[in-house]
Nanobody, 116 residues
Framework: QVRLVESGGGLVQPGGSLRLSCAAS????????MGWYRQAPGKQREPVAH???????NYADSVKGRFTISRDNAKNMVYLQMNSLKPEDTAVYYC??????????WGQGTQVTVSS
């Protein structure tokens, strides 16, 4: 069984910063790609940023230059540094992980609210 636990969400003013963390755990679990999606109220879940096992990254156009994804392979963790936050970044952020064998796992989500 694979478990993903996110942390770091909260309420922040526009222009502020937050750092999300996601810890992956599970027996005999080899990770390939790690990343983040988000879902705003009334909208579909959308990809935000992803990072491969080799460190290649990709970002949604809406967050390029503001968000930075990173990972710690030794700890099976992925991070999302979010700077210059905007109200439109408000959403539930979900960690997702692809196993080497092609399995896909989701975290439970963490709320990020950007508001003055």
């Amino acid at each position: 069984q694979v478990r993903l636990v996110e942390s770091g969400g909260g309420l922040v003013q526009p222009g502020g910063s937050l750092r999300l963390s996601c810890a992956a755990s599970g027996s005999s679990f080899s990770i390939n790609q790690m990343g983040w999606y988000r879902q705003a109220p009334g909208k579909q879940r959308e990809p935000v940023a992803h990072i491969s096992s080799g460190g290649s990254t990709n970002y949604a156009d809406s967050v390029k230059g503001r968000f930075t994804i990173s990972r710690d392979n030794a700890k099976n963790m992925v991070y999302l540094q979010m700077n210059s936050l905007k109200p439109e970044d408000t959403a539930v952020y979900y960690c997702d992980v692809w196993g080497i064998g092609g399995s896909h796992y989701w975290g439970q989500g963490t709320q990020v609210t950007v508001s003055s």
